[in-house]
Protein backbone atom coordinates (compact mmCIF):
# COMPACT_ATOMS: atom_id res chain seq x y z
CA UNK A 1 0.00 0.00 0.00
CA UNK A 2 1.34 3.57 -0.53
CA UNK A 3 0.17 6.97 0.88
CA UNK A 4 0.97 10.21 -0.86
CA UNK A 5 1.79 12.86 1.79
CA UNK A 6 -0.90 15.78 1.68
CA UNK A 7 -0.22 19.10 2.77
CA UNK A 8 0.21 19.67 6.64
CA UNK A 9 0.83 15.46 7.43
CA UNK A 10 3.66 14.70 9.87
CA UNK A 11 4.50 11.13 10.55
CA UNK A 12 2.01 10.94 13.70
CA UNK A 13 -0.86 12.09 11.49
CA UNK A 14 -0.27 9.72 8.99
CA UNK A 15 0.47 6.88 11.33
CA UNK A 16 -2.88 8.08 13.25
CA UNK A 17 -4.91 7.87 9.81
CA UNK A 18 -3.88 3.92 9.21
CA UNK A 19 -4.09 3.24 12.85
CA UNK A 20 -0.34 2.11 12.52
CA UNK A 21 2.65 2.43 14.54
CA UNK A 22 4.54 5.37 14.20
CA UNK A 23 7.88 3.72 14.04
CA UNK A 24 6.55 1.35 11.68
CA UNK A 25 5.87 4.47 8.76
CA UNK A 26 9.59 5.32 9.69
CA UNK A 27 11.01 1.58 9.36
CA UNK A 28 9.26 0.90 6.23
CA UNK A 29 10.42 4.47 4.58
CA UNK A 30 13.71 6.20 4.93
CA UNK A 31 13.15 9.16 3.89
CA UNK A 32 11.82 9.33 7.11
CA UNK A 33 14.92 10.00 9.74
CA UNK A 34 12.56 10.45 13.08
CA UNK A 35 9.29 10.73 14.26
CA UNK A 36 9.41 14.31 14.62
CA UNK A 37 10.99 15.07 11.25
CA UNK A 38 9.25 16.93 8.53
CA UNK A 39 7.44 14.87 5.70
CA UNK A 40 8.18 16.34 2.36
CA UNK A 41 5.03 17.02 0.53
CA UNK A 42 4.11 14.80 -1.96
CA UNK A 43 6.71 12.13 -1.68
CA UNK A 44 5.52 8.24 -1.84
CA UNK A 45 5.14 6.67 1.25
CA UNK A 46 4.54 2.64 1.44
CA UNK A 47 2.11 1.28 4.03
CA UNK A 48 2.15 -1.68 5.81
CA UNK A 49 -0.39 -4.46 4.31
CA UNK A 50 -2.72 -4.36 7.57
CA UNK A 51 -3.07 -0.42 7.18
CA UNK A 52 -6.61 1.16 6.69
CA UNK A 53 -7.67 4.90 6.33
CA UNK A 54 -9.45 6.42 9.44
CA UNK A 55 -9.13 10.07 8.50
CA UNK A 56 -10.96 10.99 11.61
CA UNK A 57 -9.50 9.09 14.36
CA UNK A 58 -6.57 12.34 15.13
CA UNK A 59 -8.71 14.35 17.59
CA UNK A 60 -9.04 11.13 19.70
CA UNK A 61 -5.47 10.36 19.77
CA UNK A 62 -3.30 12.52 22.14
CA UNK A 63 -0.18 11.85 20.33
CA UNK A 64 -1.21 13.57 16.98
CA UNK A 65 -1.14 17.21 15.45
CA UNK A 66 -3.81 18.80 14.42
CA UNK A 67 -4.38 21.48 11.52
CA UNK A 68 -5.96 22.54 8.55
CA UNK A 69 -6.96 19.00 6.87
CA UNK A 70 -7.81 17.42 9.46
CA UNK A 71 -10.46 20.09 10.41
CA UNK A 72 -11.88 19.27 6.69
CA UNK A 73 -11.67 15.80 6.98
CA UNK A 74 -14.43 16.71 9.62
CA UNK A 75 -16.53 18.59 7.87
CA UNK A 76 -18.76 15.48 7.03
CA UNK A 77 -18.92 14.18 10.19
CA UNK A 78 -19.82 17.07 12.13
CA UNK A 79 -22.57 17.83 8.86
CA UNK A 80 -23.96 14.63 9.86
CA UNK A 81 -24.19 15.70 13.72
CA UNK A 82 -25.91 18.93 13.63
CA UNK A 83 -22.92 21.29 13.50
CA UNK A 84 -23.50 24.16 10.82
CA UNK A 85 -20.26 25.40 8.89
CA UNK A 86 -19.55 28.92 7.33
CA UNK A 87 -16.25 29.99 5.49
CA UNK A 88 -15.92 33.14 7.10
CA UNK A 89 -12.92 34.46 4.97
CA UNK A 90 -9.61 32.90 3.75
CA UNK A 91 -6.01 33.15 4.48
CA UNK A 92 -3.09 34.36 2.86
CA UNK A 93 -2.72 31.45 0.79
CA UNK A 94 -6.31 31.07 0.35
CA UNK A 95 -7.50 28.45 2.60
CA UNK A 96 -10.65 28.60 3.94
CA UNK A 97 -11.36 30.00 7.30
CA UNK A 98 -13.73 27.67 9.27
CA UNK A 99 -16.70 29.17 11.77
CA UNK A 100 -18.94 26.03 13.28
CA UNK A 101 -21.98 26.69 14.52
CA UNK A 102 -24.02 24.55 17.01
CA UNK A 103 -27.60 25.56 19.51
CA UNK A 104 -30.09 27.63 18.48
CA UNK A 105 -30.43 30.27 21.89
CA UNK A 106 -30.42 33.98 21.60
CA UNK A 107 -26.86 34.62 23.35
CA UNK A 108 -24.43 34.10 21.26
CA UNK A 109 -20.42 32.74 22.49
CA UNK A 110 -17.31 32.53 20.41
CA UNK A 111 -14.01 30.21 21.34
CA UNK A 112 -11.15 31.07 18.72
CA UNK A 113 -7.88 29.19 18.67
CA UNK A 114 -5.23 28.17 16.41
CA UNK A 115 -3.93 31.96 16.24
CA UNK A 116 -0.59 31.33 16.20
CA UNK A 117 1.21 28.73 14.15
CA UNK A 118 3.12 26.85 16.44
CA UNK A 119 -0.10 26.44 19.04
CA UNK A 120 -1.97 23.71 16.60
CA UNK A 121 -3.10 21.96 20.19
CA UNK A 122 -5.48 24.99 20.76
CA UNK A 123 -7.09 23.84 17.36
CA UNK A 124 -7.56 20.69 18.37
CA UNK A 125 -8.95 20.80 22.00
CA UNK A 126 -11.77 23.47 20.15
CA UNK A 127 -12.15 20.64 17.29
CA UNK A 128 -12.45 17.55 20.02
CA UNK A 129 -15.01 19.98 22.28
CA UNK A 130 -16.95 20.59 19.39
CA UNK A 131 -17.50 17.29 18.54
CA UNK A 132 -18.26 15.90 21.91
CA UNK A 133 -20.33 18.34 22.36
CA UNK A 134 -22.32 17.80 18.83
CA UNK A 135 -22.48 13.91 20.07
CA UNK A 136 -23.75 14.86 23.81
CA UNK A 137 -26.56 16.98 22.17
CA UNK A 138 -27.47 14.52 19.96
CA UNK A 139 -27.99 11.85 22.51
CA UNK A 140 -29.70 14.03 25.00
CA UNK A 141 -27.06 12.90 27.77
CA UNK A 142 -25.57 15.33 30.87
CA UNK A 143 -21.84 15.97 30.08
CA UNK A 144 -20.19 15.86 33.53
CA UNK A 145 -23.13 17.88 35.34
CA UNK A 146 -24.18 20.04 32.55
CA UNK A 147 -27.11 19.53 30.82
CA UNK A 148 -25.94 19.97 27.11
CA UNK A 149 -29.67 19.95 25.39
CA UNK A 150 -31.06 22.72 28.11
CA UNK A 151 -27.69 24.61 27.42
CA UNK A 152 -27.63 25.02 23.59
CA UNK A 153 -31.54 26.06 23.81
CA UNK A 154 -30.00 29.24 25.62
CA UNK A 155 -26.63 29.45 23.99
CA UNK A 156 -25.49 29.17 20.44
CA UNK A 157 -21.87 28.70 20.28
CA UNK A 158 -18.88 29.77 17.46
CA UNK A 159 -16.08 28.52 16.96
CA UNK A 160 -13.25 29.33 15.19
CA UNK A 161 -10.80 26.23 16.12
CA UNK A 162 -8.17 27.45 13.03
CA UNK A 163 -7.10 31.51 12.64
CA UNK A 164 -3.92 30.66 11.40
CA UNK A 165 -3.86 27.52 8.82
CA UNK A 166 -1.35 28.47 6.79
CA UNK A 167 1.17 28.80 9.45
CA UNK A 168 0.17 25.78 11.32
CA UNK A 169 0.90 23.81 8.50
CA UNK A 170 4.88 25.23 8.15
CA UNK A 171 5.15 24.46 11.71
CA UNK A 172 3.96 20.88 11.26
CA UNK A 173 5.29 20.21 7.76
CA UNK A 174 7.92 22.63 7.30
CA UNK A 175 8.48 24.14 3.60
CA UNK A 176 9.68 23.34 -0.15
CA UNK A 177 11.17 25.21 -3.13
CA UNK A 178 7.88 24.66 -4.56
CA UNK A 179 5.77 26.79 -1.49
CA UNK A 180 4.95 29.99 -3.41
CA UNK A 181 6.13 31.97 0.03
CA UNK A 182 9.10 29.84 0.29
CA UNK A 183 11.70 32.26 -0.49
CA UNK A 184 9.76 34.87 1.75
CA UNK A 185 9.98 32.71 4.74
CA UNK A 186 13.34 31.50 4.62
CA UNK A 187 14.37 35.41 4.61
CA UNK A 188 12.61 35.68 8.13
CA UNK A 189 13.50 32.74 9.42
CA UNK A 190 17.51 33.85 8.18
CA UNK A 191 17.53 30.75 6.25
CA UNK A 192 16.88 28.50 9.31
CA UNK A 193 14.56 25.67 7.76
CA UNK A 194 12.94 24.70 11.39
CA UNK A 195 9.77 26.58 12.13
CA UNK A 196 9.02 25.40 15.87
CA UNK A 197 9.38 28.64 16.91
CA UNK A 198 7.40 30.14 14.30
CA UNK A 199 4.07 31.90 15.53
CA UNK A 200 2.93 33.84 13.01
CA UNK A 201 1.44 33.78 9.69
CA UNK A 202 2.76 32.91 6.90
CA UNK A 203 4.31 37.12 5.75
CA UNK A 204 5.77 37.27 9.02
CA UNK A 205 2.74 39.17 10.59
CA UNK A 206 1.14 38.03 14.30
CA UNK A 207 -2.29 37.50 14.05
CA UNK A 208 -2.76 38.41 17.75
CA UNK A 209 -0.94 41.74 17.34
CA UNK A 210 -3.26 42.93 14.87
CA UNK A 211 -6.19 44.18 16.09
CA UNK A 212 -6.89 48.08 16.95
CA UNK A 213 -6.63 48.28 21.11
CA UNK A 214 -3.41 50.67 21.01
CA UNK A 215 -2.15 48.74 17.98
CA UNK A 216 0.74 51.53 17.70
CA UNK A 217 1.67 50.86 21.32
CA UNK A 218 2.66 47.41 20.66
CA UNK A 219 3.74 47.80 17.18
CA UNK A 220 6.09 49.83 18.37
CA UNK A 221 7.55 47.99 20.59
CA UNK A 222 8.09 45.11 18.40
CA UNK A 223 9.92 44.11 15.20
CA UNK A 224 9.59 46.64 13.00
CA UNK A 225 9.69 44.02 10.05
CA UNK A 226 8.00 40.62 9.10
CA UNK A 227 9.42 37.87 11.74
CA UNK A 228 8.48 34.75 13.16
CA UNK A 229 7.00 35.74 16.12
CA UNK A 230 5.34 39.37 17.36
CA UNK A 231 5.44 41.76 14.49
CA UNK A 232 2.61 43.78 14.31
CA UNK A 233 2.04 44.51 10.67
CA UNK A 234 2.21 47.43 8.61
CA UNK A 235 -1.45 48.26 10.51
CA UNK A 236 -4.75 47.10 12.57
CA UNK A 237 -6.22 44.33 10.37
CA UNK A 238 -4.04 44.28 7.09
CA UNK A 239 -4.20 40.23 7.44
CA UNK A 240 -7.08 38.51 5.71
CA UNK A 241 -7.28 36.13 8.49
CA UNK A 242 -7.55 38.74 11.32
CA UNK A 243 -9.86 40.66 9.28
CA UNK A 244 -11.84 37.52 8.86
CA UNK A 245 -12.81 36.87 12.90
CA UNK A 246 -13.35 40.89 13.02
CA UNK A 247 -16.05 41.05 10.83
CA UNK A 248 -17.33 37.85 12.27
CA UNK A 249 -17.30 39.60 15.65
CA UNK A 250 -19.27 42.40 14.63
CA UNK A 251 -21.52 40.95 12.78
CA UNK A 252 -22.71 38.24 15.47
CA UNK A 253 -22.28 40.83 18.90
CA UNK A 254 -21.17 38.18 20.66
CA UNK A 255 -22.04 37.96 24.67
CA UNK A 256 -18.60 37.19 25.90
CA UNK A 257 -15.38 35.70 23.58
CA UNK A 258 -12.38 32.90 24.88
CA UNK A 259 -9.37 33.46 22.91
CA UNK A 260 -7.47 29.82 23.76
CA UNK A 261 -3.75 30.01 23.53
CA UNK A 262 -0.45 28.43 24.63
CA UNK A 263 1.22 28.00 26.51
CA UNK A 264 1.27 29.03 31.12
CA UNK A 265 -2.21 27.83 32.66
CA UNK A 266 -3.54 31.32 33.40
CA UNK A 267 -6.85 33.05 32.16
CA UNK A 268 -5.99 36.69 31.46
CA UNK A 269 -9.46 38.34 31.81
CA UNK A 270 -8.91 42.41 31.65
CA UNK A 271 -7.72 45.30 29.48
CA UNK A 272 -6.78 48.29 30.06
CA UNK A 273 -9.80 48.77 32.48
CA UNK A 274 -12.39 48.38 29.65
CA UNK A 275 -13.44 44.94 31.44
CA UNK A 276 -16.98 45.34 32.75
CA UNK A 277 -17.49 44.56 36.57
CA UNK A 278 -18.98 41.00 35.86
CA UNK A 279 -15.64 39.44 34.01
CA UNK A 280 -13.95 39.26 37.83
CA UNK A 281 -16.71 36.46 38.80
CA UNK A 282 -16.80 35.34 35.09
CA UNK A 283 -12.91 34.12 35.50
CA UNK A 284 -13.22 33.05 39.11
CA UNK A 285 -15.68 30.45 37.69
CA UNK A 286 -13.23 29.60 34.76
CA UNK A 287 -10.55 29.23 37.02
CA UNK A 288 -12.04 26.94 39.43
CA UNK A 289 -13.63 24.40 36.09
CA UNK A 290 -10.04 24.69 35.32
CA UNK A 291 -7.14 25.17 38.33
CA UNK A 292 -5.93 28.08 35.79
CA UNK A 293 -4.45 31.08 37.53
CA UNK A 294 -6.33 34.36 36.72
CA UNK A 295 -4.38 36.99 35.92
CA UNK A 296 -5.94 40.60 35.10
CA UNK A 297 -3.49 41.33 32.00
CA UNK A 298 -0.38 40.18 29.86
CA UNK A 299 0.77 44.06 30.15
CA UNK A 300 0.66 44.18 26.60
CA UNK A 301 -1.41 45.22 23.55
CA UNK A 302 -3.15 44.61 20.45
CA UNK A 303 -4.65 41.68 20.65
CA UNK A 304 -8.24 40.07 20.06
CA UNK A 305 -9.29 39.73 23.61
CA UNK A 306 -7.99 43.45 24.19
CA UNK A 307 -9.91 44.90 21.08
CA UNK A 308 -13.17 43.45 21.98
CA UNK A 309 -12.96 44.48 25.82
CA UNK A 310 -11.90 48.00 24.83
CA UNK A 311 -14.65 47.90 21.52
CA UNK A 312 -17.39 45.99 23.14
CA UNK A 313 -17.68 46.76 26.81
CA UNK A 314 -17.81 43.14 27.05
CA UNK A 315 -16.17 40.03 28.75
CA UNK A 316 -13.25 38.71 26.68
CA UNK A 317 -10.50 35.96 28.01
CA UNK A 318 -7.43 34.74 26.86
CA UNK A 319 -7.10 30.99 27.84
CA UNK A 320 -3.21 30.26 27.62
CA UNK A 321 -3.17 26.31 27.92
CA UNK A 322 -0.53 23.83 28.89
CA UNK A 323 2.65 24.47 30.00
CA UNK A 324 6.32 24.22 28.37
CA UNK A 325 7.92 25.49 25.44
CA UNK A 326 5.98 25.69 22.49
CA UNK A 327 5.12 23.95 20.57
CA UNK A 328 4.44 21.66 23.28
CA UNK A 329 4.21 18.02 22.29
CA UNK A 330 1.60 15.56 21.58
CA UNK A 331 1.83 14.21 24.40
CA UNK A 332 0.59 17.42 26.52
CA UNK A 333 -2.93 17.39 24.89
CA UNK A 334 -3.89 14.65 27.76
CA UNK A 335 -3.48 17.55 30.58
CA UNK A 336 -5.10 20.07 28.12
CA UNK A 337 -8.32 18.31 27.61
CA UNK A 338 -8.45 17.26 30.85
CA UNK A 339 -7.79 20.69 32.64
CA UNK A 340 -9.97 22.55 30.13
CA UNK A 341 -13.02 20.85 28.90
CA UNK A 342 -14.86 21.71 32.16
CA UNK A 343 -13.50 24.79 31.72
CA UNK A 344 -15.11 25.04 27.95
CA UNK A 345 -18.86 23.66 29.23
CA UNK A 346 -18.61 26.72 31.92
CA UNK A 347 -17.80 29.08 29.49
CA UNK A 348 -21.32 28.52 28.10
CA UNK A 349 -22.57 29.02 31.07
CA UNK A 350 -21.33 32.52 32.21
Given at each position: MK??????????????????????????NPIIYAENSYVPRGAELTLPQEAKYC?????????????????????????????????????????????????????????????HANEWHTAKLLARFLDRLASYKQKKEAWFEYDIEAILQQV????????????????????????????????????????????????????????????????????????????????????????????????????????FHSQGQVIYWGYRGYEPPES???VTRLSLASSYTPVHTADSDGGFKDWFIQETGRPGFTVEVGTGINPLPPGAFAEIWANNVKLALEGLQL
Open positions: HVVGPGETVAIIAASYQIRPIDLIMLPDTFIDDVRTEFGHEQLVALLPVWKEKGIRSEIIGYSVMKKPIYAFFIGSGKKNVFYSGGWTLVVVPLVNPDGVELVLQGISPEHPYYQDVLAINKGMTRFDHWSSNIRGVDLNHQWPAEWEREAGESPQEPWPRHYSGQAPLTEPEALAVYELALRESFSHVLAKEM
